[in-house]
């Protein structure tokens, strides 16, 4: 089955940029979800079609998606984007979750 | 727009529970819906998903020929038949709705407030 790597933990400073990695087998043939979930509350989506943001979104929250790996970036990053982050594809009709990365602002 | 969840509750091992969620506020038949499960204290994981008119459907393999999805656009719902649950089935459910009619294209944009499952002796 295929599986979507993303590291534990990313720490980062107000104002600075963070980003986070999503790795599997040729994940830019693939187009990567990104959701963010804080304790507590359901998941949100921050990015779908690699890059796109949902109405509603800031634009802080960016996406590229190439070869092996996907990436999220927050710039500017703020108190609030503190929170788990997962991407996601679809492989064979088939939903696949990343690990998980618990971003520390 | 809005999800609601029901029919969570605790389950003896081998037993089955059927999960609903009726929706509201968005025309319901104009998009795929989702399960998307967590067990407590771990990450996401994908349980089912249903395009808009039933026919593409997808498992996920923890759960193929063990769960059902099924929706009826006419009640603005989504449904979860499980059976032959396992303790590995303790979880919080959700349904997600698709940004679009089929699955895989457009993230899943909005989400219930879930169900609890618990599978025990």
């Not at chain 1, 720490?11 to 790795?23: L, Y």
């Not at chain 1, 634009?59 to 997962?86: C, K, V």
């Not at chain 2, 969570?8 to 506020?25: E, F, I, K, W």
């Amino acid at each position: 089955s295929y599986e979507l790597t993303q590291p534990p933990s990313v720490s980062v400073s107000p104002g600075q940029t963070a980003s986070i990695t999503c790795s599997g087998d040729k994940l830019g043939d693939k187009y990567v979800c990104w959701y963010q979930q804080k304790p507590g509350q359901s998941p949100l989506l921050v990015i779908y079609q690699d890059s796109k943001r949902p109405s509603g979104i800031p634009g802080r929250f960016s996406g590229s998606n190439s070869a092996n790996t996907a990436t999220l970036t927050i710039s500017r990053t703020q108190a609030m984007d503190e929170a788990d982050y997962y991407c996601q594809v679809w492989d064979s009709g088939t939903g696949v979750f990343g690990t998980g990365t618990r971003v520390t602002v | 727009v809005q999800l609601v969840e029901s029919g969570g509750g605790l389950v003896q091992p081998g037993r089955s529970l059927r999960l609903s969620c009726t929706a509201s506020g968005f025309t319901f038949d104009d998009y795929a819906m989702h399960w998307v499960r967590q067990a407590p204290g771990k990450g996401l994981e994908w349980v089912s998903g249903i395009s808009w008119n039933s026919g593409s459907i997808g498992y996920a393999d923890s759960v193929k020929g063990r769960f059902t999805i099924s929706r009826d656009n006419a009640k603005n719902s989504v449904y979860l038949q499980m059976n032959s649950l396992r303790v590995e089935d303790t979880a919080f459910y959700q349904c997600a709705k698709e940004n679009g009619k089929s699955f895989g294209y457009y993230g899943m944009d909005v989400w219930g407030h879930g169900t609890t499952v618990t599978v025990s002796s």
